[in-house]
């Protein structure tokens, strides 16, 4: 399919005056080519460039953009893009988004070079002496990023430090986020198949970051993007819903936007109203939810005005002289959320039951709002009377906003690599978020189900491994007790400087600064045993069939200690032909372990010795795998066939509920064969839905 035909910018009918509330990337696709220009002036073709980034900073030097085109012009010229156009107009498309949403100059300069580095003869040193050391340093990182693998196998030691690099200055990734957007307009050029994986890493990664950095601008496009390709049949019936609602004579939202707007200029209240659309998957979503669709479900109203006060004035009025729906009403102003979004949300009633949603905010805030860390600006500039409003609550450092400040804590934090991986994807996969309140007036901001483990933890960080329990509005609670949006907490805190955290509060830990700080406690303070077992699982007990033990019988090891009992470890899970190595435990036992599992360097530190052990004859094996996959209808069938086709023999399973339309699974296998295991997997990850699979990890409490 065409770029055109999967963008939803272009949906026909449905472009209109009314529907253009948002800042418009619609006309961003294709630049033009260098046209002729002298040297003192700026080449034709960044003039798009130059008017969007004049309308958002109408003093900036425009000698960096002209000086950077040209050098990125004649780098890549004669180089081609699939599309067979000049490669020069990819740059160019990149800049003219990122100059759309505000991008001060450094960025859209920074912007242009982005891709000399990588793929033409021009270095690093080049671009620093003749732009300067920011310039340098943002091209640096947008190169870096090039080469990191997004997907489930990505390498998760150089996924951190390439995040770390970038996560120091928010503007790296904003290009790369620009980048990859020009890129998903113009993937039609591409076989099908690889349209999918690149959608898919946008849907898994791309798209949670733009989210998590306020770049909603940005987010909505590529969703709707991913969701044309991925889901190309839900993608044309959402499409013709859109264009039918356009073509109706009576439109609901326009009636209801002319009532406020004489609501608001009898109340004497400067405010502009727009009609605000819904995105192609929002309406999807919509249309999920409720089933058939009415005209007020298609889009939003907007009300923009000066200054904060105005908001709640609007609010107020809008209260008092239609029918508000209270449950829908959000103060996201008074309690920013953590991508630094403000606005009020609130509701109002027709009188034929159709329900308006209307979003109240200022300019300055709708301008955060739709940009996010790019209408932060130069963060290395004094910042602005704008900025510094915008930036109030979580904004500490100008270059580390909200969650990407927590997020570089994170990985200083995490014992290991795997932990910080798993944990900023299990981060990405949250995409609701709720707001506590403490005794004091102060707020969390919170995943939805996040417990009150979770709620120590941020608001303590590691002290609270000395918390005793909580009070949830009132009324004392466990600390697995799951908290609810609005909720009061106050966490009891014990007096004892020995306090530890219970390995039992991971099961209840969601956010990633709880499990982070719980398993940095549990690596750092080992059990005598080392962490694989506890006295009272040296002798196994009868276990129900769906559950699996800690530590589990090796009928295939041999071991050289004569008479020892075997017991292959349940933190590392070694299977042949695993290159293993043994420790006794109490009770006179062996257990056998990974070579590179973390416990054998804790025990080898502490002075433990290692016991010669090798794989027997047989060659079966017992493994438990995690797999991870979106929901879809006959999803278990075909994993289950799958499996059963590669000789697996499925001893135990369990499917969690799904959660954000993903769901995990865990499965214990015996194979003739452990040599079949790569093969297993392999065949696992192929069946449609499934992104993930892997030797399930101690920290999910399986083998």
Known sequence: MSAEATNPATPGPVAGARWRARIDLRRLGRAALLGPAARDRLPDAIGHVVEAHRAHHPDADLDPLRRAYVLAESSHRGQMRKSGEPYITHPLAVTLILAELGAETTTLTASLLHDTVEDTDVTLDQVGEQFGEEVRFLVDGVTKLEKVDYGAAAEPETFRKMLVATGNDVRVMSIKLADR????????????????????????????????????????????????ILHPEEYEHTRELIVDNASRTDDPL??????????????????????????????????????????????????????????????????????????????????????????LHTAVAREDGQVVEVLIRTHQMHKVAEAGVVALGNPYAPPSEEQSAAGEGERIDPTRPGWLSRLLDWQEAAPDPDTFWSTLREDLAQDREITVFRPDGGTLGLPEGATCVDAAYAQYGEDAHACIGARVNGRLATLSTVLKDGDTVQLLMGQDPASEPSREWLEHAHTPAARIAIQRWLASHPSPEGGEQRPEETAPSPRPAAEVPAVRPAANVVVDQPGATVRLAGCCTPVPPDEVTGFSVRGGAVTVHRVECAAVARMKSAGRAEIGVRWGDTTECRVTLLA????????????????????????????????????????????????????????????????????????????
């Open 628 to 703: 991870e996959s979106f929901v879809r209808p006959h999803l278990l069938a075909d994993l289950t066939e799958a499996m059963a086709l590669e000789g697996a023999e499925i001893v135990s399973a369990t499917v969690e509920p799904p959660t954000q339309q993903q769901v995990r699974h865990t499965y214990t296998v015996e194979l003739p064969d452990a040599a079949r295991l790569p093969d297993l997997m392999r065949a696992m990850r192929n069946v449609a839905g499934v992104y993930d699979v892997s030797r399930a990890q101690p920290q999910t409490g399986q083998l």
């Open 181 to 228: 957007l020009h890129n998903m307009r113009t993937l039609g050029v591409m076989r099908p198949e690889k349209q999918a994986r690149i959608a898919k890493v946008t849907r898994d990664v791309l798209i949670p970051l733009a989210e998590r950095l306020g770049v909603q601008a940005l987010k909505t496009e590529l969703e709707d993007l991913v969701f044309a």
């Open 254 to 343: 326009a009636e209801v936007a002319d009532e406020m707007r004489t609501v608001l200029r009898d109340a004497d209240i400067q405010a502009e109203v727009l009609i605000r659309p819904r995105h192609f998957v929002s309406v999807h979503r919509v249309a999920r939810k409720r089933g058939r669709l009415r005209g007020a479900d298609f889009g939003r109203l907007l009300v923009l005005v000066a200054e904060d006060a105005d908001c709640y004035g609007v609010l107020g009025e809008l209260h008092t002289c239609m029918t508000p729906v209270v449950a829908e009403f959000k103060d996201f102003i008074a309690v920013p959320k953590f991508n630094l979004y403000q606005s």
